[in-house]
């Protein structure tokens, strides 16, 4: 698609790089869901992998391209799941790999980042502070930051999930996309717009983290001074410019969602999918059931893009009476 940063010859090459552990991912339509959403679903699996997220597709394109011909040590901040991919694509190659996140990300996806080799460091904040923590620590240490959505290489990553999506038939009618920093919405809508223009992109984004939301409604960023969301992944208060320049050209929609529908959400894909996702990965499903008359009788395609969860707060949520 003309505009965005991305390049479709490039995303195509992108899946020459990638451990193919990591690409053609299931994709199938979930038909026990159907009766409780009024819609045909199918679902994208992007958690039976080593990282259980999409982020490793990224990961993977930039330390095949700094493999050999870069530094040898990056630092990335992240809400958990980018800093267990970078971790895991590292490793992989003999990177030093430091992750700065907030102390309260949940554990299960800090002990997996550990348990990588990776230098794990953390704030007293949120993703936006631990950012800002990264940016400090490449530029003292001077090693390669490695920036979410805002790199070109994670949402060229990411995108590898349109390619797949895309040559897949039958042709869906929507494609809802968790919305966080935007790397997997910019990819895939990219793709999706690209070579099924007829398909809608849907963004879905939690109600307590809406700044990506409100500034793809307004067309410029919009700030938040805080997020209050179980799904931690997409969790942010300082969208990109670049990415939303990106999002507007590749979104037809984007929606917010309660944080009861998400729990719902996660609840129907465990009862009736068999699968345990984290909240963000549940955010098209919330989508569904908060307008089911939109959806009613069209094919609608969902990425599941995560499942690194503690186990507790799953509980909590999921088993809640």
Not at 85 to 103: I, N, P, Q
Not at 135 to 154: F, K, Q, Y
Request: net charge negative; hydrophobic share 45%.
């Amino acid at each position: 698609m003309q505009g965005t940063r991305l390049d479709t010859a490039r995303i195509r090459a992108a899946r020459r790089v990638i451990d193919p552990v990591f690409l053609d991912s299931p994709l199938y339509r979930c038909e026990a869901l159907e009766p409780g959403l009024g819609c045909t679903v199918s679902i994208k699996l992007e958690t039976a992998n080593p990282v259980r997220s999409f982020k490793a597709r990224g990961t993977e394109v930039i330390a095949s391209l700094l493999d050999g011909n870069g530094p040898r040590a990056v630092v990335c901040a992240s809400t958990g799941n980018l800093g267990l991919a970078l971790a895991w694509s590292g490793r992989r190659r003999g990177f030093d790999v430091t992750v700065v996140a907030s102390r309260y990300a949940p554990a299960a996806k800090l002990d997996r980042i550990r348990a990588l080799d990776a230098r794990l460091e953390l704030v007293d904040g949120d993703f936006d502070m631990a950012r800002e923590r990264a940016a400090a620590v490449a530029r003292h240490d001077g090693i390669r930051l490695v920036e979410d959505s805002l790199d070109i290489e994670t949402c060229e990553g990411a995108a590898t999930i349109g390619l797949e999506l895309v040559e897949t038939a039958p042709s869906f009618d929507a494609v809802l996309i968790a919305l966080g920093g935007g790397a997997l919405a910019t990819g895939v809508g990219h793709v999706v717009k690209a070579q099924a223009p007829g398909v809608e992109v849907i963004c879905v984004q939690p109600l307590g983290s809406p700044s990506m939301t409100h500034s793809w409604r307004q067309r410029r960023v919009v700030t938040t001074d805080s997020t209050n969301t179980i799904a931690d992944g997409v969790a942010g208060r300082h969208p990109i410019p670049a990415v939303l320049a990106d999002l507007l050209l590749v979104a037809d929609d984007a929606v917010l969602v309660q944080e009861a529908s998400i729990i719902a959400g996660m609840r129907m894909l465990l009862d009736h999918a068999g699968l345990v996702v984290e909240p963000s990965a549940a955010l098209g499903i919330a989508a569904i059931l908060e307008d089911r008359d939109r959806f009613a009788g069209r094919h609608v395609a969902t990425i599941v893009c995560g499942s690194n969860v503690d186990a507790g707060a799953y509980r909590r949520w999921v088993h809640a009476v």
